[in-house]
């Protein structure tokens, strides 16, 4: 079942590069579907910080790519942008 | 460096070969060319845009653009992992043919 079709608002975190353009496109894609998220930029950080964040990501995709979409804490991850995969599960 | 003399640069050297640039230049082919330009500048080497470096050069040498799997992707997608690099055919297809392109690079290559 689409997470936002459930009624509860939908936490969006989306784990991107500065430089990737699925990145961009996800984002547009959110921003135009009027969808709330917090966007984290691996490189835009530093040191232990990235690794902390890289950490972080392979939790969700081991393969670390991006963008990797995690939807309320992990009830769903979308590894790179495929707008029907988000469509769907965020009942758009 | 500006990111219209690298396309210039590199279109006249990657399509003869088959390599032909995203012909969406502007939502795709230009922004990632500014990518690699940044990168350029970050890590002192054009590593794809759409990829975390580590910034330790032998460890990166397989994402620099163009990257290992390129060939492979493209052979099997049309499209490289970032869509800058596409066959003559995919640049040809509707947009709804195309098939997003999954991650090739192992994980163990993470250099983190």
Redesign the interface.
């Known amino acids: 079942m689409p997470i936002l079709a459930q009624g509860a608002p939908v936490n969006v975190k989306v784990y991107a590069?500065s430089?990737?353009?699925?990145?961009?496109?996800a984002k547009k894609f959110l921003d135009e579907h009027n969808v709330p998220y917090e966007a984290v930029h691996?490189?835009q950080a530093q040191g232990d910080e990235?690794?902390q964040l890289?950490?972080e990501v392979?939790k969700y995709n081991?393969?670390?790519?991006?963008p990797t979409i995690v939807l309320n804490g992990g009830d769903r991850v979308v590894?790179?942008?495929?707008k029907s995969e988000l469509e769907e599960a965020l009942g758009l | 460096m500006t990111a219209e003399k690298l396309y210039e640069t590199l279109k006249k050297i990657q399509e003869p070969k088959g390599n032909y640039f995203n012909k969406d230049l502007e939502n795709m082919t230009m922004p990632l060319l500014e990518g690699l330009l940044e990168n350029k500048k970050t890590y002192g080497y054009m590593v794809c845009p759409c990829r975390i470096a580590s910034g330790e050069y032998e460890q990166d040498r397989d994402i620099i653009c163009p990257c290992a799997y390129r060939e492979p992707d493209m052979k099997e997608y049309g499209a490289c992992f970032c869509g800058l690099y596409v066959t003559e055919e995919w640049n040809a297809a509707p947009e709804e043919e195309h098939e997003y392109v999954p991650e090739r690079r192992p994980p163990e290559k993470l250099a983190f």
């Open positions: 590069l430089t990737c353009i699925h990145c961009k496109n691996l490189d990235r690794k890289v950490e392979k081991p393969a670390c790519s991006f590894v790179g942008f495929r």
